[in-house]
């Protein structure tokens, strides 16, 4: 499995780090986690076309996570994309209305030429293209699901989205190989809804997280060493993301 940083940023526009967006690939399958403003251009910069794109599970509704999901939806009723494999949309029930909202304002997002697939989940396991599937509700808004994809050679990854502290968080990244973790302000200004490092670090810990990825940096964390934070609380490995940095799971190097 592997996995490309498309977004570490937020809704804060910074010249480095787009919102939210992370590519899976595994066994053939290309899926993405979120799909914030400008993660389709990443996409583009890291190799892969959209019409090469299986699959979006969105951790939850705010913009910074599923805007260009809009943009996707209008270019791949381009001709050069018809006859495509159908387009899997996954997400906590309200991704149906949003569709119906996004159609309203922008017929041009229904699809043609291509069949979309969207389905709203419950907390529970899916298999999805050679991938285990399980996703858990997360303590940020009431539509907040985190993932955690399986792979056939038994690689693991777990992506909490945007979190606060709860014990799903721990739950999803059991001894997995690579938690991605929301750790959206520094230390010394804890905010409601979003951890910390030190707070993403005590989650990973408890979980016994092989490689922490701490993500969704607002800008506060910039010149934080984000990484000596969550290490305090933190004995496994700890990385910061960057854009289009790219791990292999189970190695995460």
């Not at 399958?29 to 400008?38: E, K, L, N, S, Y």
């Not at 010149?223 to 791990?247: E, P, Y």
Request: hydrophobic share 45%.
């Amino acid at each position: 499995m592997e996995i490309t940083v498309l977004g570490s940023g937020t809704a804060v526009p910074v010249p480095e780090r787009f919102p939210a967006g992370y590519l899976i690939e595994a066994g053939g399958c290309r899926a993405m986690v979120d799909i914030g403003p400008g993660t389709l251009r990443r996409l583009a910069q890291a190799g892969t076309g959209i019409e090469r794109l299986d699959a979006v599970f969105l951790t939850h509704f705010h913009t910074d996570h599923c805007s260009d999901l809009a943009a996707l939806l209008f270019a791949l009723r381009g001709p050069r994309y018809a006859g495509r494999p159908p387009l899997h949309l996954f997400a906590a029930p309200g991704l149906l209305r949003m569709l119906r909202s996004l159609a309203d304002a922008w017929p041009w997002t229904l699809p043609r030429g291509y069949e979309l697939r969207a389905v709203e989940l419950a907390p529970g396991r899916l298999q999805f293209a050679g991938l285990d599937v399980q996703c858990l509700p997360i303590r940020h808004t009431a539509q907040s699901l985190g993932y955690r994809f399986t792979a056939a050679d038994g690689g693991s990854a777990a992506f909490s989205g945007d979190a606060d502290e709860c014990d799903e968080l721990v739950e999803l990244a059991r001894d997995a190989d690579l938690f991605v973790c929301d750790a959206a302000f520094p230390d010394a200004q804890r905010t409601e809804g979003h951890l910390t490092p030190a707070l993403a670090g005590a989650h990973a810990e408890r979980a016994r997280a092989r490689t922490l990825l701490l993500t969704h940096f607002y800008p506060e964390c910039e010149g934080v060493d984000v990484v000596a934070q969550a290490a305090r609380t933190c004995s496994g490995r700890v990385l910061a993301a960057a854009d289009l940095l790219r791990l292999t799971v189970p190695d995460a190097r």
